[in-house]
């Protein structure tokens, strides 16, 4: 089973995807890892974010093994993976990986931003997870303090507001519902219960 769930910045679909992957015992792959790591050897080589060419040659030349590297997780590699995401020469390049991650017997859970509509539109499954801005300013803020990165709110709410105009606004995969997604609103819903409420979908569908 394929399971595709989208959503903006710090919805909570990592951790959804995370958990369930784990109680279904199916390999999961958070597709934003990728775009941030694309951001990171660009910066690390002090080359710009901004030119789509030299952007697609560092996705081209992308070392998958590296994705558990903890700089990928700072606010500002979120600010950045943002930038070189929005380029359709990226995007292509790591389209065959995330393709043949999803593939593999068994099937997978996969997180990100166009999962349900351009990596996986054949998806057993979508998720498309998200919350209201300062609920999910609130989430980022607290995961930040976690990994020793302390941050103001509101800057952190200008932050998420920004990604989220955009991912949205992009021409190329931009963030969206797909209209087979089934919508899950966390503002509300801790881990537990968004895991919980998810579960019971998952468990249903594979009754079918
Ligand atoms: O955890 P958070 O939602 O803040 O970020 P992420 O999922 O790691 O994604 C970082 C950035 O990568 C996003 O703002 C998107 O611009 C981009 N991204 C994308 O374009 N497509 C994906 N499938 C995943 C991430």
Redesign the pocket.
């Known amino acids: 089973m394929i399971i595709a769930i989208d959503g903006?910045?710090?919805s909570g679909k990592?951790t959804l995807a995370r958990r369930l992957a784990r109680h279904l015992g199916r390999p999961h792959l958070?597709?934003?890892?990728l775009?941030?790591a694309v951001a990171r050897d660009l910066l690390d080589r002090r080359e710009p974010l901004s030119d789509p060419d030299i952007a697609t040659r560092a996705a081209g030349s992308l070392d998958l093994a590296g994705l558990d590297d903890p700089r990928l997780r700072s606010r500002d590699m979120?600010e950045a993976?943002?930038i070189v995401?929005a380029f359709a020469g990226v995007r292509e390049t790591l389209l065959g990986f995330q393709r043949r991650f999803a593939g593999q017997e068994g099937g997978a859970v996969l997180d990100?931003?166009?999962?349900g509509t351009v990596v996986c539109p054949e998806a057993d499954l979508k998720f498309y997870v998200t919350a209201t801005p300062e609920e999910r300013a609130r989430r980022r803020q607290r995961e930040l303090a976690q990994s020793g990165e302390p941050s103001d709110f509101a800057d952190v709410l200008a932050d998420i507001q920004r990604?989220d105009a955009?991912?949205q606004g992009r021409p190329n995969?931009p963030l969206k519902m797909a209209s087979d997604a089934i919508l899950l609103d966390t503002t509300e819903l801790d881990a537990e219960a968004a895991f919980r409420e998810a579960l019971g979908i998952v468990e249903s569908r594979m009754r079918a």
């Open positions: 903006p910045a710090a990592g958070d597709t934003g890892l775009y941030r979120g993976a943002s995401s990100g931003r166009d999962i990604r955009r991912d995969a």
